[in-house]
């Protein structure tokens, strides 16, 4: 009788905590922010005939049976226009663009401010007749002109996200306490 008791309790225990573990996962779910479509599809490595729709593989019948296609040429295009000129949100959501490219393109021109400031150093350390010839000077006002621009762009970027977030009723349900945070910081 009490083994019969322990093995109900030990049922039941289960089911209460399979019950409690899926509403915990739902509630979780419902509060990540949500995801539009164009964010996540079309996936870049698929083959064109299925990138021209935005599908998958998954589609295809009997997919696990077949070799996973990979499209590494078209995988390497889409990434360049997407990281170089947002393509998607050009595509998509143009008025953000206006002031998501220039945030994005000023922190492009700061990390190459950076790149040619540690040149600069480098040069001065590893051949200093280089940098005192002149290299120096160009390498100077090179990463001076870059930074200052790149700066005063993601600046301006920054503050219009920053507006658009707060005012744009359609970006509220995706707009975090998170995001509002790193615009303020830039």
Same mark, same amino acid.
């Given at each position: 009788?009490?083994?019969?008791?322990?093995?109900?309790?030990?049922?039941?225990?289960?089911?209460?905590?399979?019950?409690?573990?899926?509403?915990?996962?739902?509630?979780?779910?419902?509060?990540?922010?949500?995801?539009?479509?164009?964010?996540?599809?079309?996936?870049?490595?698929?083959?064109? @005939?299925? %990138?021209?729709?935005? &599908?998958?593989?998954?589609?295809?019948?009997?997919? /696990?049976?077949?070799?996973? +296609? =990979?499209? #590494?040429?078209?995988?390497?295009?889409?990434?360049?226009? @997407?990281? %170089?000129?947002?393509? &998607?949100?050009?595509?998509?959501?143009?008025?953000? /663009?206006?002031?998501?490219? +220039? =945030?994005? #393109?000023?922190?492009?021109?700061?990390?190459?401010?950076?790149?040619? %400031?540690?040149?600069?150093?480098?040069?001065?350390?590893?051949?200093?007749?280089?940098?005192?010839?002149?290299?120096?000077?160009?390498?100077?006002?090179?990463?001076?002109?870059?930074?200052?621009?790149?700066?005063?762009?993601?600046?301006?970027?920054?503050?219009?996200?920053?507006?658009?977030?707060?005012?744009?009723?359609?970006?509220?349900?995706?707009?975090?306490?998170?995001?509002?945070?790193?615009?303020?910081?830039?």
């Amino acid at each position: 009788m009490a083994s019969t008791i322990v093995i109900y309790v030990i049922l039941y225990a289960g089911v209460l905590a399979f019950i409690i573990a899926s509403v915990v996962r739902a509630v979780r779910y419902a509060s990540l922010p949500l995801h539009m479509r164009w964010e996540l599809y079309p996936v870049p490595h698929e083959d064109k @005939e299925r %990138l021209a729709h935005g &599908g998958s593989y998954f589609e295809t019948k009997d997919w /696990w049976t077949k070799p996973i +296609p =990979f499209n #590494l040429a078209g995988e390497l295009k889409w990434m360049l226009a @997407e990281i %170089l000129f947002l393509k &998607g949100l050009w595509e998509f959501k143009r008025k953000t /663009w206006y002031r998501s490219y +220039p =945030f994005h #393109l000023g922190l492009y021109m700061l990390i190459g401010a950076t790149v040619l %400031l540690f040149m600069n150093a480098l040069l001065w350390i590893l051949v200093p007749i280089a940098w005192a010839g002149g290299t120096g000077t160009v390498l100077h006002y090179a990463y001076t002109i870059i930074g200052l621009v790149g700066a005063g762009l993601a600046l301006v970027g920054a503050v219009g996200l920053l507006i658009e977030r707060l005012t744009d009723e359609d970006l509220k349900p995706y707009t975090t306490a998170g995001d509002i945070f790193n615009l303020a910081f830039f």
